[in-house]
């Protein structure tokens, strides 16, 4: 019940296995999964690593790769200068926050805030006090010496020419020699 046309017919499973690219699809032509295997047995052979970073680093002129590098390293310098102006612009300065501030009557407004400053430096402080229309009704300037710590808490009187609705810290600025 063999016919020679069942001997020149593939197999079920070796059509499976040719899908999965496991047989070549004709008699001494191989597979494309097969030379894939072969060129990466061939770059593992020869040490490289497959990486289209390095195949275009290596296609590079030297001219190229100098400017490469060199626009690399000045742009390291020019990220690291500015966060050195960054933060050498904020780090020895003061800083405040408003924390409370109670209006005692027509005249007098008491105000609360948090300075942070280096320890040792001398600080002046202008605390204002303001009505419903935002207009100043009072002003003071507030100097505060070198502290023991950082942070401190300061308490401040506004006289006032009537009634305030508001106390707040206007600016700190260290103090001129």
Known sequence: MNS??????????????????ALPKEAGAPSAANEHRD???EIEADGRHPGALRRSWEAQTGGRRIFVVVGALLTLVGAALVV?????ATVSKPNWRDVSFTVVDDGLVQMS?????PPQMTVEC??????????????TVLTIGPTATAAT?????????????????????????
Request: net charge positive; hydrophobic share 35%.
């Open 39 to 41: 060129e990466l047995e």
């Open 4 to 21: 020679s046309n069942d001997a020149d017919r593939p197999r079920a499973d070796d059509q499976g296995a040719r899908a999965r690219g």
């Open 126 to 139: 202008t605390i204002l006090a303001q009505e419903v229309s935002h207009g100043v009704v009072g002003r």
């Open 84 to 88: 050195w102006f960054a933060l050498s």
């Open 113 to 117: 805030f948090q300075l942070t400053k």
């Open 153 to 177: 808490v300061q308490n401040a009187q506004i006289r006032t020419t009537s009634l305030a609705v508001i106390g707040t810290v206007r600016s700190c600025a260290q103090q001129s020699p």
